[in-house]
Every structure is written in C-alpha cells, then in structure tokens.
C-alpha cells in the first residue's frame, strides 16, 4: 500500500507565500513524475506544476514565475513554494505521484487534498 499526505495548506493574505509538502510512504520501489494539482469550487482539477524523475519541471501559466516545485528524492518528497499568491489561487491542493511499486508496475497516487485560502 501507498499513502500520499500533504502538508502546508491554510490561510494566506494576497502577496503572501505557502509552502506545501506532499510525503509517499509504503512499498515504493521508485517514483517517476511527481506533481500538484488543485480544484476550485465548481470546477475542474487542474495541474499547477510537475517535476520529473530527472528533475525536469513544467508549470500551469497561471502560476509561472510565482511557484517554484522541488523534489527530495531521498525522503519520497514533492514541495511547491508559492509566493505572490493570489485570491485565484484559493482551491484545494492535491499532489500525484506516479510511483512503481513492484517493478515494471507504475500507477497514479493521489494525496488527499490541503486547503489553500488567499485573501485579497
């Protein structure tokens, strides 16, 4: 089994920064692209930013120049510092992991979601 917990949501004033962290635990024999993704009420789950396993990264336009996603390979870790957010940016966060669990056997895990609230 594998679990995704995420860490760092709350409440943040516009201009202000969040720093959240999403940590994979159980039988992992590798993890491939790790990314964030958020939904805001009523509509559809979109991706924020990606990491590759190389480190590569791609970002939602929306968020370029203002979230920086990094990874920690060691402790099955992705982060994404967000700074200069915005009111828009108030949705639920949720990271993915594509993670190998028994070699060649990769699936999509999910965290559970962190709240980020930014007031204007």
């Known amino acids: 089994q594998v679990q995704l917990v995420e860490s760092g949501g709350g409440l943040a004033q516009a201009g202000g920064s969040l720093r959240l962290s999403c940590a994979a635990s159980?039988?992992?024999?590798?993890?491939?692209?790790m990314g964030w993704y958020r939904q805001a009420p009523g509509k559809q789950r979109d991706l924020v930013a990606m990491?590759?396993?190389?480190?590569?990264?791609n970002y939602a336009d929306s968020v370029k120049g203002r979230c920086t996603i990094s990874r920690d390979n060691a402790k099955n870790t992705v982060f994404l510092q967000m700074n200069n957010l915005k009111p828009e940016d108030t949705a639920v966060y949720y990271c993915?992991?594509?993670?190998?669990?028994?070699?060649?056997?990769?699936?999509?895990?999910w965290g559970q979601g962190t709240q980020v609230t930014v007031s204007s």
């Open positions: 993915k992991m594509t993670i190998t669990t028994r070699w060649p056997l990769a699936s999509d895990y």
């Open positions: 990491i590759g396993s190389g480190g590569t990264t």
């Open positions: 159980g039988s992992i024999f590798s993890i491939n692209d």
